[in-house]
């Protein structure tokens, strides 16, 4: 299903778990750097909404005159006030990200007074980096690891192999997180940059695909089931 979210009319593809009962937890996903490319975490949301969870992916732009802070605050609205009529508990949603989205997601989790005070029920980074400042809140995630009030649990997920954002990059961030008594935990799987997410990179494409190649559905695989296991946690 598709809808359309905010001021400008953006898409959002909604990804239903095949079989539930009541309302179950939902998971909003951003997608990273290029504009308008929910369709590169397509594979990874059909995988965990077969989880058992909600997945909404919403188009969002980062090249954006402000940097896509506007797109994407109004679909964390749009997700927090229709997320029921999906069959998603609104008391449940998740904040994820790829890529850019990663450092967007995880940003506005340590950093929530800059996005409207909302918290999430998790966030999850995935092969994000978060030593620069976030699209969603103009801050360093990294920096914010100090920010007051109830903590919100960091899931991290990085590809080993990974040329475009270093693994280390999720390290440090765990590392300060856990210094800090934050909860937090990072999976790392052996994949690259694209196949974390169960896509490969095609240069005459310039986009990331989807891709039936061992190692990135594995690792794709494994995604998904840190997204459900945050959307189920607690």
């Known amino acids: 299903m598709i809808v359309r979210y905010g001021a400008g009319g953006g898409l959002i593809d909604v990804h239903r778990p095949v079989t539930r009962s009541g309302p179950v937890p939902a998971v909003l ?11 590169v975490l397509a594979p990874v949301a059909r995988a965990a909404a077969e989880l058992g969870v909600l997945v909404l992916v919403p188009d969002w732009r980062p090249d954006a005159p402000d940097g896509g802070r506007a797109q994407l605050w109004e679909s964390a609205v749009f997700a927090r006030e229709r997320v029921a009529d999906f069959g998603g508990d609104p008391g449940r949603i998740v904040l994820a990200g790829w890529s850019l989205g990663g450092k967007a997601a995880v940003g506005a989790a340590l950093n929530p007074a800059a996005f409207g005070g909302w918290r999430p029920h998790a966030a999850v980074g995935i092969a994000g980096a978060y030593g620069s400042a976030a699209p969603s809140t103009g801050t360093v995630p990294i920096d914010d690891v100090c920010a007051g009030g109830p903590p919100v649990p960091v899931w991290l997920v990085h590809g080993t192999a990974d040329p475009v954002v270093p693994v280390e990059r999720s390290r440090e961030l765990r590392a300060a997180l856990a210094e800090h008594g934050r909860p937090v935990s990072l999976s790392e799987v ?45």
């Open 29 to 39: 996903l951003w997608h990273g750097r290029g504009p308008d490319e929910r369709d």
């Open 190 to 234: 052996t994949a690259d940059h694209a196949g974390v997410v169960m896509t490969e990179f095609v240069p005459e494409r310039a986009r990331c695909l989807p891709t039936t190649a061992r190692q990135a559905v594995e690792a794709g695989t494994r995604t998904a089931e840190v997204l459900a296991r945050a959307a189920f946690s607690g």
